[in-house]
């Protein structure tokens, strides 16, 4: 099998970064050692100097002359953002990351300056991880005989694990056909029909969403695996836990078999939304956080009506997963394939954590899908997954609102 785990770091090594000491001791290292493809990355992005205030020190990184300049004060930056010690200590380990400071407004910038932050992102991570930005044409995709890969491919169940393992690890999707029978998405697409008066506005279980006619619906029923027994079956059947094994690297749903966990969430998507969150444009799932720690993650879509340009279908970025790029919109220069995944009922779709997507609204059809995922083993409690919990909704909401596709 072929490994999708891109983790670079343990919760284990996480601490409380003394920011003044980082900033005279490690930052000129870590500048010393990776300031060259820092640099390359900030100039295929647009990077103008990025000042950062944190207590009582300043300083401003300033892309120039092939490296990236250190300089105490932030008089010259285009961009300066102002932390406190745990944001600043989060940002530093990728625990939070420029998207989910904005949302919790720990950061309040223009929506100009907003954007400049998120360029530097990736920069950032250069900077410290070593982890060169995304260059156009150094990403290609080919089956394992070298011969070039059809991104469009689908599987069934009769193809093997070690071919849908390689088209994943080198696409970051997969789309896997006739996986579930009609039959039985007829059964739960009934079970959220049944469902949805069980869930109301304020629950914290559910999502709502506002169409133009005036109509509120509930559009994400959360702990969907209580109010339906054919989707507890599904959760265990062989086919499912299937999915979580073909990279190799250990994934698990990580559901005790109880009600009081979130392993299944059932999704309405109707035509019209004009207020909450029901569709979102690009991003990656670790935009708000903890992509060194928990990367790559598997999403898996079950499809319980298909799925295509008038019914909501999902958009990938194939090998996104493979590039350190900006993870919320798409950058002009971004060279990658954008493929569309349009489904029929019973189909699965699966991202990973790591992969830009995005799901168009419907225009023509109602869309109904469920979500799970499988994660990589972890042990001990996840760092900073309080701070990111608060904000992930907000950041949905903040984001669904933004430009659908492209950014300047």
């Known amino acids: 099998m072929f490994s999708v785990d ?32 820092a640099y390359e990355g900030a100039q295929i992005l647009g990077c103008g100097p990025l000042g950062i205030r944190v207590s009582q020190k300043s300083f401003t990184l ?43 407004k720990v950061i309040n910038l223009p929506l100009k300056e907003h954007f400049r932050f998120l360029k530097w992102w990736p920069v ?8 060169s930005v995304h260059k156009p044409g150094e990403i290609d995709f080919l089956n394992q005989d070298g011969s070039p890969l059809d991104l469009n491919r689908s599987f069934t169940q009769e193809d093997s694990d070690e071919e849908i393992s390689w088209f994943l690890s080198q696409t970051g999707y997969l789309h896997l056909r006739g996986w579930w029978s009609q039959e039985l998405m007829m059964e739960i697409s009934n079970d959220m029909d049944n469902a949805i008066g069980k869930y109301e506005r304020g629950d914290g279980r559910s999502w709502w969403a506002k169409t133009k006619d005036g109509k509120d619906h509930c559009v994400r029923l959360q702990y969907f695996q209580s109010e339906s027994e054919s989707v507890k079956g599904l959760l265990t059947d062989e086919r499912h836990e299937r999915i979580a094994t073909i990279p190799g690297d250990g994934h698990t749903i990580g559901w005790d078999g109880s009600n009081d966990q979130n392993a299944i969430e059932a999704l309405v998507k109707p035509i019209g939304v004009v207020e909450g969150i029901s569709d979102l444009p690009w991003h990656k799932d670790c935009s708000l956080g903890r992509h060194s720690y928990d990367c790559s993650s598997m999403t898996v879509g079950v499809s319980v009506t298909g799925a295509d ?19 919320n919109f798409i950058h002009p220069y971004l060279d990658l394939p954008m493929i569309d995944l349009p489904t029929k009922t019973g189909d699965v779709t699966v991202h990973l954590s790591c992969t830009l997507h995005m799901s168009h609204p419907p225009v023509e059809r109602e869309r109904r899908v469920m979500y799970t995922s499988f994660v990589l083993p972890h042990k001990g409690k996840k760092i900073g997954m309080d701070r990111i919990s608060k904000v992930r909704e907000e950041a949905y909401m903040k984001v669904s609102q933004a430009p659908a596709h492209k950014m300047d």
């Open 309 to 327: 340009s008038g019914s909501g279908q999902l958009s990938v970025v194939a090998g996104s997963h493979r590039a350190n790029l900006q993870p």
């Open 124 to 131: 950032l991570r250069a900077i410290i991880d070593g982890r």
């Open 62 to 104: 300033t892309p120039i002359e092939g490296v990236i300049k250190l300089d105490m004060g932030v008089s010259n930056a285009s961009v300066v953002v102002d932390l406190d010690e745990i944001s600043f200590s989060d940002l530093v380990q990728d625990i939070q990351t420029p998207q989910s400071l904005a949302t919790s």
């Open 6 to 37: 891109m983790r670079s770091r343990l919760d284990s090594d996480a601490e409380q970064i003394d920011s003044e000491v980082w900033i005279n001791d490690q930052l000129p290292f870590l500048l010393e050692q990776n300031s060259f493809i």
